[in-house]
């Protein structure tokens, strides 16, 4: 949910460079959306609810936002995550990164196979010209490989996307959840 919350802003309040960007309608409806949440849940007596949302509404910058959430949602800024990037990624930057992977992968079976049968053909063609087309085997493997990778790409990207949450979960110091055994 604190993912959720912190990527529902217009820019992330965290930050320092955002702290003086004006607050839109919209981050503060953000704001508005977990203090109701909050208070539904019992986490906030009336009170307390009251001065938050007034609060909330009078707020002029992003920087003002942060302290009306705190002890509702983790405040702390991102944690960055080494060999991810800069920063927390969100749902489409990892959805990107895994199609990214998949057409690397791609092209990398395509590549080896187009490699792999010159090669041969070329050994082929200089050593035993009208012989039997041994080449044909090193391309039926390798062309195997391609085509499934090609055709493979919704589990491809599924299993990276994976990865990568779970990868970010992990530096982000989240709870271990029971389907993260299937994506190892």
């Known amino acids: 949910m604190e993912q959720e919350v912190w990527s ?10 955002n702290a003086s960007l004006r ?10 959306q977990v203090l109701t949440e909050a208070y539904a849940d019992g986490r906030l007596d009336r009170d ?14 992003l920087g003002d936002l942060p302290a009306l959430l705190e002890g509702l949602v983790p405040v702390s800024a991102p944690v960055p995550l080494a060999g991810i990037g800069d920063g927390v990624l969100t749902a489409a930057q990892i959805e990107e990164r895994a199609v990214a992977k998949w057409r690397e992968e791609r092209r990398s079976a395509i590549v080896g196979f187009v ?13 035993m010209f009208g012989g039997f087309p041994w080449p044909l085997f ?12 090609a055709t493979s790409r919704t589990e491809m990207v599924t299993r990276e996307r994976r990865r990568l949450e779970n990868r970010q979960r992990k530096a982000l110091g989240q709870p271990w959840r029971p389907d993260d055994e299937a994506d190892r």
């Open 8 to 17: 529902s802003f217009t820019r992330d309040p965290r930050h320092s460079e």
């Open 23 to 32: 607050a839109s309608d919209t981050d503060r409806d953000v704001v508005h």
């Open 48 to 61: 307390e609810f009251d001065a938050r949302t007034a609060a909330t509404g009078t707020a002029r910058t």
């Open 115 to 127: 490699v792999a049968s010159v090669i041969c053909w070329t050994i082929w063609a200089a050593v």
């Open 138 to 149: 090193v391309m039926l493997g390798t062309g195997i490989h391609a085509a499934k990778t």
